[in-house]
């Protein structure tokens, strides 16, 4: 087990290039499958969950190449439609590849998916919109096996915009008989780049980034090259970098547009921000206010952010109040927090967070993906020296997050 040791008090300060989504990255690798033939991509992010899922493909018969800043990936010599329960477990997205083998093949057998333990987080909603299209589906000691002779463009309504059954009601109809439109779909941006990736290849789907996308099925699709988009998730927690540290940050390769919530947040927090194309210009010198926050689906403020803005907030003077609506298991980290000096109250979904003057340096738990860099924040200006440990959850998201925390100044070691 890897461990962050980090001693606060540094004021941050320079320039941060964002990498690639993962969000984006993981179902794009996937789709890779529905196409019997190369696809190279750009701007990958090395993280365990981009590795665990070259795993995955290369564990079915695919086979992945590095090559300097791309990665290529062939699927012609797929032969296997199973995903090891070992790889599954490891990751949710995952579940992902199984929209995709059933588009292609018809055929699919998986377990229920890993990831954070962040909430139940079921897949009913992923099952409902197979079953939908016409595929079978069997449950058996807790293995899923779907099926079917051809699958048919079909009307699909979600009950809740879930991204990853949105993500993979489109990868299972791409290559349909007629045309498929969901309802009540999921509007996050990584959708929208999924749906130019697979256009690229040549599909036919329209709508992503509205809640109503409609996929008219093709025979088949192409060779292409696809440059993923700039992570949002990494863009907000280098913002809120800055803002905790009281910094001045430039963050590159970024698309300000997909996080107006999270701007908007900081500046009613207090912070000074400058948007360009691709540049997003934070200025945190002044004293913070605290904020109250929900997190809802796109366009909503992200449950991605909420620990990292709790995090935030916990030095700010005031009371702020935090609402997760999305996953209900989403505040283990605040525990952790309150060892380092936080003082914070959970009653349900909502956090109440009383601003105290500083956190002190503890030995902490990352205990899931956002949780734990939300810790790595605190670290960061906490009194003397803080060791997260477990940071396994942290490398599953961020590349390189020392190596460009260290290069704003900040004293933050990997072990
Ligand atoms: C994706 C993101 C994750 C983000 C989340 C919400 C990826 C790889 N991960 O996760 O970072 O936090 O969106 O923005 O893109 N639900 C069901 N049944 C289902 C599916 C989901 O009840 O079949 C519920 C979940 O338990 C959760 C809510 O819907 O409460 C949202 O989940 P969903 O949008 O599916 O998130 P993920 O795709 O897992």
Known sequence: MSEYVIKGGKKLQGEVIISGSKNAALPIIAASVLNTGKTTLYNVPEIHDTKMMFEILKSIGGEVVKKKNKIII????????????ILMRQMRSSVILAGALLGRYHKAVFSYPGGCDIGTRPIDLHLKAFEKLGINISKNYGNISCNCDKITGENIHFDFPSVGATENAILASCLAEGTTVITNAAREPEIIDLQNFLNKMGAKIKGA???????????????????IMPDRIEAGTFLCVAAI???????????????????????????????????????????????????????????????????????????SMIVENIFENRYKYVQELMRMGAKITIEGKTAVIKGVRKLYGANVKATDL???????????????????????YILRGYENLEIKLQKLGASIEKK
């Open 370 to 392: 956002r949780g734990g860099v939300a810790l790595v924040l605190a670290g960061l200006i906490a009194k003397g020296n803080t060791t997260v440990e477990n940071i396994e």
């Open 245 to 319: 540290t009281n910094g001045e940050l430039l963050l590159e390769n970024t698309n300000p547009y997909h996080i107006i919530p999270v701007l908007d947040k900081l500046e009613e927090m207090g912070c000074k921000i400058e948007t360009e194309k691709s540049k997003i210009k934070i200025n945190a010198e002044k004293k913070l206010k605290s904020v109250d926050i929900k997190t809802m689906p796109y366009p909503g403020f992200p449950t991605d952010m909420q620990s990292i803005f709790a995090t935030t907030l916990t030095t700010v003077k005031g009371t």
């Open 74 to 85: 062939d699927t012609s010599k797929i032969n296997k439609f199973e995903i090891p329960e």
């Open 209 to 227: 980034g509205s809640n109503k996308i409609e996929i008219e099925g093709v025979k088949n699709l192409k060779d292409v090259s696809y440059n």
